[in-house]
């Protein structure tokens, strides 16, 4: 008898193993002893849905709790916090027999018109890759799965099964791939979901330098690697590629391709057998369902989660509200809430609460209200609008719920502006008008214009898509119960013409190309100074807080290169509350461009009044390099860079400078007579050869040639030694070229 299960195994059972059984379970060998598990959506809830559910949100599923989704989670900052609720996602999964939740994503998000934002975290990706890990170890840590993703370059709805993303290495390894190495090397996932996009014009579930050369030899990852639900093209091409398991079931029809495959050479077995193995693997640590959840408790976490969630964007002071204060609520959404995005995630939830019935019942008195405008209907309601005007003209400070109806976000398509709904912008005028001071509360799961409206408003309060309890937190932010502390995980720009990725989303004729390259969000937005509604990072408080004492202490350098940031924070105001310190790095950059700033470290730090600590972060290489796109590796370039500590990207409270030394090169390619003027002074020796070589008669009194001196190499430069050897007055022999460049060659060692 063997001890490897996969020995036990026909070819045709190996090959099964690698595609579903059903829309949510793998195959099953019975003969061998190998059951099935179940994979369920998530990744905000549980969407446990019997085998003949559906992957899309349509069908009904098993109620669970309905936590805050990415978009909001992104804006809490706070990874113990996502943590938990990754915990919770672990307890209930087990309870309903789910061996793998599939999230979380770590997409980036390249526009606010991505339909699916609200399933991301951040358009940064080391907001993503921390909070995506938090999220990952809290499932983990009840033994279940995760699976993150959607691997790589998935920043888009429109044409997604097909649409290839067009984007060079740097963006990706600076911008669009660290999240998921994040993830990936710190959190250990179960799974990693390939996405349903082509990158570069392979697509990404059958990319083997995705799937084979990055993730697995420079990443190490261990796990399983599985398709987004119907994205496989070709089977054989994506087991070659890396891809283990394809799902849902095809009917066994490409399990069929996978034997022909393998039994005409075309395939490799042994990449068959380790992705069965793979396969196998998950099966032996997945456990089966057991227990129940407290769902009364998941609730009140839930609601404890949407309060640091919510992001307070302006306030005049009108806010918090008093018990006794004179409040009015307009806004269907008050009612009706708007608490999660459209698709495979939809979550049947436990309970749902909405802002009007947690304000009266925080208040402990009836509040007026009036819906304003109906939802998932643009047109205007006169009548609504009256009994609107009517109510808000009595009390001092009226509430306005405004957001974006279901139907303009969601899965499988992409939004074409960021503006409100128009019934709800002329609800806003006719409730301003009235002279109540308005605070504007905002359900959306992508970013909304608000330049145009918000003088309007005395506060306004991004409140998201906050899961099943965002009523609550709502209220609990109103009244002063819970003091803000979200952040910005986005910019909300002045307009969509001002977004980097403008001009090419959603792109055309099957291809998207990312022209803007690294400078993505706050990246693009920073490097020009350009002004914008709110900045990245951005939020506030019932309180404030100063920052001082900054201390930087370095040791080590290259790849060994460790940087002690230290900063305290005071709380200065008279409420307790929390404050999101951010570290950002401003690195030289010789050979390319970069961006002004970036995050590159931050902590959700919570004070008493009066209260001070100091917060240290610790900097490493790759905090201050990038991607070479030539020489293919991790570069510091030599100089001075900038390490602020502030409350935004543009809100930078203090400052210091550190030297770097730069990271030692590999020697370049070796000279030869077409390389360019500079790449030969460049060389160990080469000014020296061409200084020998390049002498004018002596009649002229000249050293050596004027192309070798400073202005003239600003010129020819880039001219290739064998062209300027033709030259009038460059005195270098063609006939000697080759010559010379061996003695540079060999001076140089190579």
């Known amino acids: 008898m063997t001890d490897n299960p996969l020995d036990r195994l026909t070819l045709a059972e190996r090959a099964a193993l690698t595609s579903g059984e059903s829309l949510w379970r793998t195959q099953a060998i019975e003969r061998a002893g190998i059951p099935s598990i179940t994979l369920s959506d998530g990744p905000h809830g549980v969407r446990r849905q019997p085998d003949d559910g559906d992957h899309l949100g349509v069908g009904h599923s098993t109620p669970a709790t309905c936590f805050p989704p990415a978009v909001a989670l992104g804006s809490s900052w706070d990874p113990e916090l996502v943590r938990r609720v990754g915990e919770a996602l672990g307890r209930e999964s087990r309870a309903m027999d789910v061996q793998v939740l599939l999230g979380p994503g770590v997409n980036i998000k390249r526009s606010p018109l991505c339909g699916r934002n609200f399933e991301y975290f951040s358009e940064d990706p080391r907001l993503s890759g921390v909070l995506g890990a938090a999220l990952v170890l809290g499932i983990q840590s009840q033994g279940v799965g995760a699976a993150v993703k959607h691997f790589a370059a998935n920043n888009q709805e429109t044409d997604r099964m097909r649409v290839s993303a067009e984007v060079d290495e740097r963006t990706l390894r600076e911008i669009y791939l660290p999240a998921f190495q994040h993830v990936v090397t710190v959190a250990k996932p179960w799974m990693v979901m390939s996405a349903y996009n082509r990158v570069n014009g392979v697509y990404a579930s059958e990319h083997p330098w995705l799937l084979t050369e ?160 109906r939802l998932g209907d643009a047109g205007r309601s006169p009548e609504l609008e009256e009994e609107a005007r009517a109510v808000a003209a009595r009390p001092a400070t009226t509430v306005v719920c405004l957001g974006l109806p279901p139907e303009d976000e969601g899965e499988g398509y992409d939004r074409t502006h960021l503006e409100l709904p128009d019934n709800q912008r002329a609800l806003l005028d006719v409730v301003a008008a009235t002279g109540t001071r308005v605070v504007v509360v905002l359900s959306n799961g992508g970013v909304v214009r608000v330049a145009d409206w918000e003088g309007a ?43 980097a990725s403008y001009l090419d989303f959603p792109g055309e004729l099957g291809t998207v190309r990312y ?169 160990p020796g080469g000014l020296d050869v061409l200084q020998r070589e390049m002498r004018p008669p002596a009649e002229t009194g000249q050293s050596h040639s004027r192309f070798l001196t400073e202005p003239a ?13 033709r030259f009038p007055g460059a005195y270098l022999d063609p006939e000697r070229l080759d010559k010379l460049a061996d003695e540079v060659n060999e001076r140089a060692g190579w």
């Open 214 to 373: 990055v993730l697995r030899e420079e990443w190490g990852f261990r796990g399983v690697v599985v398709s987004d639900w119907g994205a496989v093209d070709d089977r054989v091409a994506a087991l070659w590629a890396g891809l283990d398991l394809e799902m849902p079931t095809s009917g066994r029809a490409s399990d069929a391709s996978v034997v022909k495959a393998v039994e005409a050479g075309a395939l490799d077995q042994e990449l068959l057998d380790a992705s069965a193995a793979r396969v196998l693997a998950l099966v032996a640590r997945a456990q089966p369902g057991e227990g129940t959840f407290d769902a009364g408790a998941h609730h009140r976490l839930a609601r404890e989660v949407a309060g640091q969630c919510a992001v307070l964007l302006k306030n005049d002071g009108v806010l918090p509200l008093g018990f006794q204060d004179s409040v009015a609520v307009v806004g269907e959404l008050a009612r009706t809430p708007r608490y999660q995005g459209a698709g495979s995630s939809h979550i049947v939830p436990t309970r749902l609460d909405d802002v009007l019935t947690e304000m009266r019942a925080l208040a402990g008195r009836e509040l007026e209200y009036a819906p304003g405008y």
């Open 713 to 725: 190499l600003r010129m020819a430069g880039s001219v290739p030694v064998r062209r300027l050897a």
């Open 457 to 499: 408003a005395s506060a306004v309060l991004e409140g998201w898509l906050l899961g099943q309890a965002g009523g609550g937190a709502i209220a609990d932010i109103l009244y002063g119960e819970v003091n803000p502390s979200g952040r910005l995980a986005e910019t909300i720009p002045l307009r969509l013409e001002d977004t």
């Open 515 to 683: 022209t803007e390259g690294v400078f993505v969000g706050y990246r693009y937005h920073d490097a020009l100074d350009a002004p914008v509604s709110y900045p990245f990072g951005h939020g506030l408080s019932y309180t404030e807080f100063g920052y001082s004492d900054l201390d930087v202490h370095t040791r080590g350098s290259g790849e060994e290169l460790v940087v002690r940031v230290s900063v305290r924070i005071t709380n200065l105001g008279d409420r307790a509350g929390q404050e999101v310190a951010q570290v950002y790095v401003a690195a030289p950059g010789h050979d390319v461009r970069r961006p002004a700033r970036e995050l590159r470290a931050f902590r959700k730090v919570p004070l008493e009044p009066g209260a001070s600590t100091t917060v240290r972060f610790y900097l490493a290489f790759r905090d201050f390099a990038y991607f070479h796109p030539v020489r293919r590796r991790w570069t510091i370039d030599p100089g001075t860079a900038t390490i602020h500590v502030g409350a935004s990207s543009r809100d930078l409270r203090v400052a210091a400078t550190v030297a770097m030394e730069g990271t030692k090169q590999p020697l370049p390619a070796a000279i030869t007579p077409d390389s360019p003027l500079a790449d030969w002074l460049a060389a």
